[in-house]
């Protein structure tokens, strides 16, 4: 079955919906810093090739029984895309020249920090357009997390929330500015809150960084 860009622009939307940012009375909330240098590697779930895994909820999830799922993935060679029946995937190109997809779902990721999603049910192809590349995936269990991924250019403020922050400095350094004080983030490394975030400025410290943001908002607990 083919994926109308209408399907794809559907799921999407379904990937940005139901962000709806509040204050909150809560305690501040604690962070997380990741390195993705040392993060665990592992397979990809086809075993075409190999990634790293940042974040996961919840934490002790293991093969697809997650809500949601942040990694980096190496792609070295002409490659499938695993299939996720059920799950709605963002990817973003972090490094190399990108890939071109065809099959159910028919993009040219190529653009730096441009995030692109898809249904994690269609059957993908990918080519490397240059070289080795490496991307941010993001997948959310559908009906279960609802999920925004942007690229951060120039300094923004994110008010308190009851959402999962994952800020992730792509290239460059960049400063996470919070009330207990100042995050530094080198390049490949992340800032994570889980659940509930703080408000926050997010500065990139020079004009070559490149930082990806994704805010995550659960909208049913899938083990009720």
Not at 145 to 160: D, G, H, M, N, Y
Not at 199 to 206: F, G, L, S
Request: charged share 20%.
């Amino acid at each position: 079955m083919n994926y109308s860009r209408r399907t794809v622009i559907a799921a999407g939307a379904a990937c940005a919906s139901g962000l709806v940012q509040a204050h909150t009375a809560s305690p501040r909330p604690s962070h997380e810093i990741i390195d993705v240098r040392v993060s665990p590697l592992l397979p990809w779930k086809n075993g075409a090739g190999a990634r790293r895994e940042l974040a996961v909820h919840p934490t002790d999830a293991s093969g697809d029984a997650f809500d949601w799922r942040i990694g980096t993935a190496a792609i070295v060679a002409d490659a499938p895309f695993s299939v996720f029946p059920g799950i709605d995937r963002c990817i973003a190109l972090i490094h190399g020249a990108g890939i071109r997809m065809s099959g159910e779902v028919q993009h040219e990721l190529d653009v730096p920090l441009q995030p692109y999603c898809f249904p994690g049910e269609a059957t993908i192809d990918s080519k490397l357009i240059a070289g080795a590349s490496e991307a941010l995936n993001v997948l959310m269990r559908r009906g279960v997390c609802a999920a925004k991924t942007s690229a951060v250019r120039r300094p923004v403020q994110l008010e308190a929330n009851e959402m999962t922050t994952f800020a992730f400095c792509v290239t460059g350094n960049a400063r996470v500015d919070v009330a207990s004080g100042s995050i530094e983030l080198q390049s490949g490394q992340a800032a994570l809150w889980r659940s509930t975030s703080p408000r926050m400025a997010i500065h990139p410290a020079t004009g070559e960084t490149g930082t990806l943001l994704v805010q995550i908002r659960q909208v049913h607990d899938a083990r009720t």
